[in-house]
């Protein structure tokens, strides 16, 4: 029987390219929930082709708007709000949930495709950094499988698959370094959103592509790779990689090096996740081993101090990576919208982690309140509404 998909977050970057595999495997595959927020038509898109049992969108308007778009005799349920993307994640019957959501929205539906033993394919690596502990034990203590789908935390994933984590030595975590890797750090206050969206190597999102300009990207990979891996921060390194081509490697404690290679295209982490242990034929291309030298260098810590200062959040611990992670979303946000300068996105954030008063062990109720007070506190500092 084909396995039964909720895709959550649908419209987005992974979304589309989880059904672009999908759509490739029919007699793999099958869409049972989608969920999405403003793109309306490309949802109505989706769920035309896919014929999905249940969607759900934000707003009662968008869900109002769904039904204009589909074909009348078309049978779907249409939901929207918390209810409705709960009832995606946890209340339809699949047997695993893809979390494509951007940012903080994908923690709640996550835990409840894990409470409803569902196996978790997680793109959302804020779940992690909010609430990694929690996650993770919940997981375990419900018997679901959480498969990364981020392509480094699936070539990490990979590289440890038939090896014991106990000769695990160190995680190498590559980035492609952004569009401003070769800049001169005086120039980067002068960056503006579009010049910040032009990502050399990967097509993603607005949030995931000015994260990865900033290199904040890498630092919220790095406390995800923490929870997923159990290993603590001090044995993740990360290096700048600017082909994309080494999407990340694992180190042995005999000196052993293994790499996971491809072409930077999202489609094979997303297989891997929908179909492990098995490999699905993508006919994607090989890398050109002639292009040119594979070259691997050190981040500037100086010129990119979002990822200092993601590598201090998870040492402090606590509510420290929620702060992190909201504070970043806020001025993210605000960059976008040409509110404040690129330069200032770290510099906010380091100022909400200072003012902050971090809980060492918190319940989903503490990481909540954390994630609330870091938007407050940022957009009250910028001066947004």
């Not at 975590?173 to 070769?182: D, K």
């Not at 900033?214 to 921060?233: D, Q, Y």
């Not at 982690?353 to 060492?360: K, R, T, Y």
């Not at 609330?372 to 940022?378: E, I, K, L, Q, V």
Request: with cysteine; glycine share 8%.
């Amino acid at each position: 029987m084909p396995k039964r998909l909720a895709i959550l977050g649908s419209t987005g970057s992974i979304g589309t390219s989880t059904l672009d595999v999908v759509a490739r495997f029919p007699e793999r595959f099958t869409v049972a929930a989608l969920t999405a927020g403003r793109n309306i038509r490309r949802l109505a898109e989706q769920v035309i082709a896919f014929r999905p049992e249940l969607v759900a969108v934000r707003d009662a308007e968008g869900a109002a708007d769904l039904r204009r778009r589909l074909p009348a005799d078309l049978a779907v349920e249409i939901r929207h709000g918390d209810d409705g993307f709960a009832a995606a994640a946890g209340q339809v019957e699949v047997d695993m949930v893809v979390v494509a959501v951007v940012g903080a929205a994908g923690l709640m539906p996550t835990l409840a495709a894990i409470d409803a033993k569902r196996d978790v394919a997680l793109a959302n690596k804020e779940t992690l950094v909010m609430a990694g502990a929690l996650v993770m034990s919940r997981a375990a203590a419900a018997g679901v499988r959480l498969l990364p789908v981020d392509s480094e935390h699936s070539a990490i994933f990979q590289c440890l698959n038939g090896n014991r984590s106990a000769d695990l030595e160190r995680i190498l975590l590559t980035a492609s370094g952004g569009p401003f890797r070769q800049w001169p750090a005086h120039r980067l206050e002068a960056v503006v959103p579009e010049q910040a969206l032009a990502h050399p190597n990967w097509k993603m999102g607005p949030k995931i592509t000015i994260d990865s300009a900033t290199l904040m990207n890498k630092g919220l990979e790095v406390i995800e790779a923490v929870h997923l891996f159990a290993v603590p921060p001090e044995r993740i390194e990360v290096l700048v990689h600017p082909q994309s081509i080494i999407h990340s490697m694992v180190a042995f404690v005999d000196g052993s090096v293994m790499a996971q290679m491809g072409v930077p295209d999202m489609r094979t982490a997303i297989a891997y996740a929908l179909s492990h242990p098995e490999r699905l034929p993508l006919a994607q291309p090989l890398p050109d081993w002639t292009g040119g030298p594979l070259t691997l260098e050190a981040p500037d810590l100086q010129k990119f101090p979002s990822l200092r200062l993601a590598f201090e959040a998870c040492r402090a611990g606590g509510t420290f990576p929620a702060v992190l992670n909201a504070a970043n979303e806020v001025a993210v946000e605000a960059f976008l919208a040409r509110r404040i300068g690129f330069t200032d996105i770290p510099r906010h954030v380091a100022e909400a982690l200072e003012a902050h008063h971090g809980n060492a062990g918190p319940d989903l109720a503490a990481i909540l309140e954390a994630d609330r007070w870091a938007r407050r506190w940022t957009t009250q500092r910028i001066g947004g509404h």
